[in-house]
């Protein structure tokens, strides 16, 4: 059976084939976002105690329904409340429940710096993360060649936005040079299994670069693990279904 990083890899090389002929780079760049300046994640991470980024998914392929109905702006708001350093937009809809617009929706209403999570594999998501509003955007380093990062990272430096790079073991670093990378993501969560493990991903921490921002990602289901993660030595945490599953009105400080 085909894993399912590499199924979403293989549809969305399909979708972006498609978009390409619907809406060329050109039209892309004449968004009034591509031409706005973009908020610092890495900035607003460092100068967090917490560095919360505060995810917006509505299903996933692990969990399948999270939350069907959630409103984008009302939880964009509601994370900058709450204190978030940045938020995170899934923007796939075939898998995430996630879009464009959504992404463009919580830009237009918080002040966060905004990342798009998505499998990013072909340069035209770049020019689309940029005119849609993002600040940063993904790469995994186990979905793509060192080339492709490689490609990819330099066309999004050139567009100002910031990377976070993703691994899930400590020597997938190797695949990019530090000089592209804002923040360094451990996924806690095998995307080929759905596993999780955090203290897999406090181990790694010792073999990760001293001077890079890092990112514990998924699986995290409770404040005590995001304080014990940040008093371990992670500069911020990516937390999504814990947040979602919860009322607005029950997100807190601390
Ligand atoms: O969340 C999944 O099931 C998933 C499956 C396959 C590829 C990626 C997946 N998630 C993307 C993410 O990176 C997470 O949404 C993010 O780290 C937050 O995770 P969580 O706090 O566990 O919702």
């Known amino acids: 059976m085909k894993q399912i990083l590499e199924e979403i890899i293989g549809y969305q090389q399909l979708v972006v084939n498609l978009k390409k002929k619907r809406m060329p780079v050109e039209v892309l760049k004449s968004f009034p976002e591509f031409s706005s300046p973009t908020r610092s994640l890495k900035q607003a991470v460092a100068g967090s105690e917490e560095g919360i980024i505060a995810e917006f998914k ?3 392929p692990s969990k399948e329904a999270i939350n069907l109905k959630a409103d984008v702006m009302n939880i964009a708001q509601s994370y900058e409340k709450m204190g978030a350093a940045g938020m995170s937009v899934l923007t796939n809809q075939r898998y995430f429940g996630g879009s464009l617009e959504d992404l463009q929706l919580a830009k237009s ?8 999570k998505d499998f990013m594999v072909d340069a035209y998501q770049m020019y689309e ?3 849609y509003g993002a600040d940063a955007i993904l790469l995994i ?3 793509l060649s060192a080339e492709k990062l490689e490609e990819l990272a330099i066309l999004a430096k050139e567009l100002g ?3 976070l790079f993703e691994i899930h073991e400590a020597e997938e670093i190797q695949k990019l040079d530090t000089q592209y990378i804002d923040l360094i993501g451990v996924n806690n969560r095998n995307l080929r299994t759905f596993e999780v493990n955090i ?7 010792p073999h990760l670069p001293s001077e890079l921002l890092k990112i514990s990602e998924s699986g995290i289901q409770d404040r005590e693990t995001i304080q014990k993660l940040i008093q371990k030595g992670f500069n911020g ?12 009105s029950e997100f807190k400080k601390d």
């Open 199 to 205: 203290q897999q991903g406090l181990d790694m921490l």
């Open 58 to 60: 509505r299903r996933s």
């Open 141 to 143: 380093a186990n979905a």
């Open 129 to 131: 993360a940029k005119a």
């Open 237 to 248: 945490v990516l937390v999504g279904e814990f947040f979602m599953k919860q009322k607005v």
């Open 161 to 163: 936005l910031e990377i």
């Open 109 to 116: 209403v918080c002040n966060l710096p905004i990342l798009r």
